[in-house]
C-alpha cells in the first residue's frame, strides 16, 4: 500500500470538495419530486401506451407540462395521480 502525504490546505480543499458532492447527493435523494419525466419515461414507468398518457392528459388525470411537441410530468405529480387511485387493502370477511 502506497502513503499520499497532503497538505493541509490540499486535505481541506478535499474535504471541502467532499462536502460539497455529498450535499448535493442528499438534496437530490430528498427531492424525487423536482425529477422531470419526458413523455417516454412515463410511459415505460407506468406500463402505458402513448394514446393512454395522452388519454390521461385530456381527461386531467395528470399534470404535465408542454415544450413545442415534447411532454413532460413532474415526478411529483405522477405520485399525486397514483395517490388519487390508491385503493386500500380491505379484509375478506369469511
Known amino acids: ?17 467532499l462536502d ?12 424525487p419530486q423536482n425529477v422531470f419525466l419526458d413523455n417516454q419515461e412515463f410511459i415505460q414507468l407506468m406500463h402505458i401506451s402513448k394514446r393512454t398518457a395522452q ?9 404535465f407540462s408542454q415544450i413545442g411537441s415534447k411532454i413532460y410530468y413532474k415526478m411529483k405529480d405522477v405520485e399525486v395521480l397514483l395517490d388519487k387511485n ?3 387493502a380491505f379484509k375478506n370477511k369469511r
Request: aromatic share 8%; net charge positive.
Open 1 to 17: 500500500m502506497e502513503a499520499v502525504i497532503l497538505t493541509s490546505e490540499q486535505y481541506n480543499n478535499l474535504v471541502n470538495r
Open 20 to 31: 460539497n458532492l455529498n450535499g448535493k447527493l442528499e438534496e437530490n435523494s430528498k427531492k
Open 55 to 63: 388519454t390521461w392528459r385530456d381527461e386531467g388525470k395528470v399534470s
Open 86 to 88: 390508491y385503493n386500500k
